[in-house]
C-alpha cells in the first residue's frame, strides 16, 4: 500500500519539488488514502469539490436568489469552536512552550498522533493543498502545504488563501514550506488533538473539522509557528487587524489593531464613519492578522497574510456592520448558522423580523419564542475580502502597508480609560503586554471575568510569553520610524451596567484623535497612564449625544482600580518568571510609583 501512495504522490504531481514529493508519499504511506489529489485552486475545481459536498451532505446549496454561490455547513456539534485544551505547543524543551502554552514533548507527540493517522484515510481522498500566506511574491509571504481529507477544508482554504497552482509556483523546488497534516479522524473529542512543532514547521491536527483547528494557515501557521518564525527572522506576526484612515484631505494613516477575541474587530476594520465625519474613508487591509517588518524607509510595514474573513456571525447586520453584510452577500460557506423555510440563512441579532419557523444548526426544528440558539454563538462565514466594499487597494500590496500606529483594546467595563497614548514603545509594550478582557457568555459561560490576554496572543503564541515580549522590546532597534502605541477601551460601563461609549462608528471619533497624534497636530493631557485628549482640544465630540458626564467617565482613571489592577497584573508577571522582560517590569515599578506619588 505505501508504495502505491508513494507513487500516486509522484505520477500525478504538477511539482518536481524532490522535498514536498517525498514528504507526501510519507503521510500517504502513514494514512494511506485511496485516492490524492493535488488542488490547484481554479474554478473548476471549486465547482467539482462543491458539487461533491453538497452530494454527500457536507454543504446545503442556498437560494441563489438571496445568496448566490452560498452554502451551509453543519460541523459535529462536539466541533464548534478553537479547543485551547486541546492546542499544543510542541517545542524540544517545555520551557521553549513557555506557561501560557500546553507542551507534548515531539517525538512524543509525533508517536501519539501517528497511531491516530495510521490508516486514518483508508476510503477517502487525500487533498494536497498548496497555499501561500500573503500577496504572490512578497518577500513577507509563507508558503503552506496542508495534506486534509476534508473537501470543507479545501473550499475554506480556497477563499481564506492564496490556494493552488500559483502558491506551489511560488515554492519552485524550495524545501521551505509549512508541512500541515489533517484528518477530521471520527471527529471525537477523545482523539483530538492540534499539535504544533515551530522547530520543524510542521503542523499535526487530528480529530476536529472546524475552523481555526483546520484551517492550518489561520491560526497555525500565521499565529503560532509564524510567531516562532518572527523571532527568529526578525519580524512580528500579530493578531492584529489593519486599517487605513483617510482624511477629506486625502491623508492615508495606517493602524493595526490587537483585540481579543470577540471584541469587535472585524467590525472596526470595517467601520462607517458617523455623518459628522463626511469625507472620511475607512478601509480594510486585513481584519485578523498582520505581519510586520521593518521597510527600508525606517518604518514598520505589515501586510495581512489571509485572502479571506472567517468572521462571527451573530451579531452582524446592517447597523453593526454593513460592509460585513455585504461582504457575505455571495460566494460565501456559513457555518453552524440556521437555514430559513425560503434557503437563507439566518442568526440571532440579524435585521428584520425573527422568522417563526427556521431549521436550527444542529438540523432540527426551530421556532420563534424558542430559548435556545438558532445560529451557534460561535457560527461563522467565510467570504473573500474581495466582496468587501471597502477593501483597501493595498490589501495587496506584497510590501504591505507603513504603520503609524498601534492600538490595544480590550473589553473592561472599568478601570481603562476610553483612550491613551503609551509615552514610548517600551512603555507601549506593557499596556499590551497588560492587556485584560473580560470573558463574555459565548466564550466560557462566566461573564466579567478579567483574563489577561497579552496583545490579544495568549491562544496564539507559538513560544514563551516573556520571549515573545522580550522579542518586542528588541525590535524596536530596527525600526528607526517606530510606530505610536495606544490603548482603547470601547466597553466601560456606568453604575447600571450600560455601555457608556456608544462605539461603532462613533471609535471613528477617537481614531481621529490618534491620526492627529501621530501627525503631532493636537496637545495632550499627561495622566499617571499615559498622554490623554485634552479637555479643550480633545475628541470632536460634535453631534454625539452623550452627556458631558458620561465623556468624564469613559475617560476617568481612577487610582482605586489601578491599584487593584496592578495587583492583577502580578499573577501575569509571575507566571512568567525569569523570562519577564526587565524593561517591563521597570514600567510596573514607573506606574506603582506614580500611583502611590
Ligand atoms: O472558533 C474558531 O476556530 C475561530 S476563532 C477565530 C476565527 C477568526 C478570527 N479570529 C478568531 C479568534 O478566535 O481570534
Ligand atoms: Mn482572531
Redesign the pocket.
Known amino acids: 500500500m505505501a508504495s502505491t501512495q508513494a507513487a500516486a504522490a509522484t505520477e500525478q504531481a504538477p511539482t518536481k519539488n524532490p522535498t514536498l514529493l517525498a514528504w507526501v508519499a510519507k503521510m500517504a504511506a502513514m494514512t494511506q488514502p485511496d485516492r490524492i489529489v493535488w488542488c490547484d485552486g481554479s474554478e473548476a475545481e471549486k465547482q467539482r469539490l462543491t458539487e461533491q459536498a453538497v452530494k454527500d451532505g457536507t454543504l446545503i446549496p442556498l437560494n441563489p436568489q438571496k445568496r448566490p454561490g452560498c452554502y451551509l455547513h453543519r460541523s459535529n456539534p462536539n466541533d464548534v469552536?478553537?479547543v485551547e485544551h486541546l492546542t499544543f505547543i510542541c517545542t524540544p524543551n517545555k520551557t521553549d512552550a513557555g506557561p501560557t502554552n500546553n507542551w507534548m514533548e515531539p517525538e512524543a507527540a509525533y508517536t501519539k498522533l501517528s497511531q491516530l493517522f495510521e490508516g486514518c484515510m483508508k476510503g477517502r481522498t487525500m487533498y494536497v493543498v498548496p497555499y501561500a500566506m500573503g500577496p504572490l511574491g512578497g518577500p513577507s509571504t509563507k508558503i503552506g502545504v496542508e495534506l486534509t481529507d476534508s473537501d470543507y477544508v479545501v473550499l475554506n482554504m480556497r477563499i481564506m488563501t492564496r490556494m493552488g497552482k500559483a502558491a506551489l509556483d511560488m515554492l519552485g523546488d524550495s524545501d521551505d514550506f509549512n508541512r500541515g497534516l489533517h484528518s477530521t479522524g471520527d471527529v471525537n473529542p477523545d482523539r483530538r488533538y492540534i499539535c504544533h512543532f515551530p522547530q520543524d514547521n510542521t503542523i499535526w491536527s487530528f480529530g476536529s473539522g472546524?475552523?481555526?483547528?483546520v484551517l492550518l494557515g489561520?491560526?497555525c501557521l500565521a499565529l503560532r509557528i509564524g510567531s516562532y518564525l518572527g523571532r527568529e527572522e526578525g519580524w512580528l506576526a500579530e493578531?492584529m487587524l489593519i486599517l487605513g484612515v483617510t482624511s477629506p484631505k486625502g491623508e492615508t494613516t495606517y493602524i493595526a489593531a490587537a483585540f481579543p477575541?470577540a471584541c469587535g474587530k472585524t467590525n472596526f476594520a470595517m467601520m462607517i464613519p458617523p455623518k459628522e465625519y463626511a469625507g472620511w474613508k475607512i478601509e480594510t487591509v486585513g481584519d485578523?492578522i498582520a505581519w510586520m517588518r521593518p521597510g527600508p524607509d525606517g518604518r514598520l510595514y505589515a501586510i495581512n497574510p489571509e485572502a479571506g474573513y472567517?468572521?462571527v456571525v451573530p451579531g452582524t447586520n446592517y447597523k453593526t456592520n454593513p460592509n460585513a453584510m455585504e461582504t457575505i452577500a455571495k460566494d460565501t460557506l456559513f457555518t453552524n448558522v440556521a437555514l430559513t423555510p425560503d434557503g437563507d440563512v439566518w442568526w440571532e441579532g440579524k435585521d428584520g423580523e425573527v422568522p417563526e419557523e427556521l431549521t436550527d444548526w444542529q438540523g432540527k426544528p426551530w421556532k420563534k419564542g424558542s430559548t435556545e440558539k438558532a445560529a451557534h454563538p460561535?457560527s461563522?462565514f467565510t467570504a473573500p475580502m474581495s466582496n468587501n466594499p471597502v477593501l483597501s487597494g493595498k490589501a495587496n500590496n506584497p510590501q504591505g502597508v507603513p504603520i503609524s500606529a498601534i492600538i490595544f483594546g480590550g473589553r473592561r467595563s472599568n478601570t481603562v480609560p476610553l483612550v491613551l497614548q503609551a509615552f514610548n514603545w517600551t512603555h507601549g509594550v506593557f499596556l499590551g503586554a497588560t492587556m485584560g478582557s473580560e470573558t463574555t457568555a459565548a466564550a466560557t459561560g462566566k461573564v466579567g471575568v478579567v483574563r489577561r490576554d497579552p496583545m490579544a496572543m495568549l491562544?496564539?503564541c507559538g513560544y514563551h510569553m516573556g520571549d515573545y515580549l522580550q522579542h518586542w522590546l528588541d525590535m524596536q532597534k530596527s525600526i528607526p520610524q517606530l510606530p505610536k502605541i495606544f490603548q482603547v477601551n470601547w466597553f466601560r460601563q456606568d453604575k447600571n451596567g450600560k455601555f457608556i461609549w456608544p462605539g461603532f462608528g462613533e471609535n471613528m471619533r477617537v481614531l481621529e484623535w490618534i491620526v492627529n497624534r501621530v501627525h503631532g497636530r493636537v496637545p495632550t493631557q499627561e495622566t499617571l497612564l499615559g498622554w490623554v485628549p485634552r479637555q479643550d482640544q480633545g475628541l470632536n465630540l460634535n453631534g454625539l449625544d452623550l452627556p458631558a458626564e458620561a465623556i468624564t467617565e469613559a475617560t476617568s482613571i481612577k487610582e482605586d482600580e489601578w491599584k487593584s489592577e496592578l495587583k492583577s497584573q502580578e499573577v501575569f508577571f509571575e507566571q512568567l518568571g525569569t523570562k519577564a522582560p526587565e524593561a517591563l517590569m521597570l514600567q510596573r515599578k514607573l506606574l506603582i510609583a506614580r500611583l502611590d506619588g
Open positions: 469552536a478553537r472546524y475552523g481555526g483547528n489561520k491560526k493578531h477575541s485578523d472567517f468572521g460561535n461563522r491562544p496564539f
